[in-house]
């Protein structure tokens, strides 16, 4: 009998005995990052996960999804579990890291093209904005240079029965090349080679601004305002003031200003605070 996925936190590890693949999934040279996993435990009891693979050359990134799920998982945060990290080695023919984490119930915001109801996105992004405000503000995140997501995006976020939750924290933001990131969520700054640098916390509200608005006024309108090409193209507060109500103007003009030091209010330096007060915003409290 499977247990259901969200009582798996109640599995007790020390049981794992076995992490199965479909074999047919690997198929050398192009290995998918994400492979479905089974997991079997000791009493002969099986689970549905994920297995996200790693090379060698994203070590840091397998090493920040990681620490980040833990801290998360911590707090209850509705984020996935980590249940076991192996050496990729021991499966595939190739070094790197393979992390089996639980599934996040629900469809990623990729999938919902229609636009959402305000209320609904307004009950659904508490979740997100916890998690940011908890990753932003961890000081071991911080002292590793990993308190943030980097790549907020839809197909990186689940709605799930607790609210949209990310699922994809091994991004790196530009780092390695706009390219990696998910075109049309991108901060302007990443682009911007006089720019004073990246700020973490201000790309990430920028990206997640641009995930809501993307939610409230659906894909088409959306990929209208954002088209494709240019990679830099990014969404403007001008562009979706008519497109959404009132009440959130607030949030998206702050949360959409091209400048990253324009995007956290004065006396907001702390990422919590910042977020909190973000979230204010968007849920209409301010
Ligand atoms: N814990 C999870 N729960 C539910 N779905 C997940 C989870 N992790 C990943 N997914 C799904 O698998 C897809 C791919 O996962 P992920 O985003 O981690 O890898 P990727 O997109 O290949 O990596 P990158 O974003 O660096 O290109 C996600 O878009 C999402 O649909
Ligand atoms: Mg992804």
């Not at 920028?206 to 193209?233: H, I």
């Not at 979706?240 to 103007?249: C, G, K």
């Not at 949030?251 to 990422?271: D, Q, T, V, Y």
């Amino acid at each position: 009998m499977k247990p259901n996925i969200l009582d798996i936190s109640k599995i007790n590890m020390a049981k794992l005995k076995e992490v199965r693949f479909d074999s047919g999934s690997f198929v050398e040279g192009e290995t998918a990052k994400v492979l479905p996993v089974e997991l079997l435990l000791e009493d002969g009891v099986k689970i549905t996960g994920l297995g996200k693979i790693y090379g060698e050359d994203a070590r840091f990134n397998a090493i920040k999804e990681e620490n980040i799920l833990r801290t998360l998982a911590d707090k209850n945060l509705g984020a996935a579990l980590v249940l076991d990290v192996r050496k990729l080695s021991e499966f595939f023919p190739q070094e790197g890291t393979l992390i089996v984490e639980t599934k996040v119930p629900g469809e990623t915001l990729a999938e919902i093209g229609h636009p959402q109801p305000l209320d609904e996105v307004q009950a659904a992004s508490k979740l997100i904005f916890d998690q940011l405000a908890t990753v932003g503000s961890d000081s071991k995140l911080i002292e590793d240079n990993q308190a943030f997501c980097g790549d907020i995006s839809t197909s990186n976020v689940v709605e799930s029965p607790k609210g949209y939750s990310i699922v994809d924290w091994s991004g790196m933001f530009g780092l390695k090349g706009g390219t990696e990131l998910t075109q049309g969520y991108i901060a302007p700054e990443i682009f911007d080679e006089n720019g004073e640098g990246l700020r973490f916390v201000q790309a990430d509200t920028f990206s997640l601004a641009t995930l809501l608005a993307r939610v409230l006024v659906g894909r088409n309108t959306f990929r209208e305002l954002v088209p494709r090409k240019p990679e830099s193209a990014h969404l403007t507060y001008e562009q979706i003031t008519e497109l959404v109500p009132p009440v959130v103007h607030a949030f998206f003009k702050i949360a959409l200003e091209e400048n990253p030091r324009k995007r956290s209010p004065e006396g907001a330096k702390n990422p919590e605070e910042h977020y909190k007060r973000l979230k204010s915003l968007f849920l209409g409290e301010q």
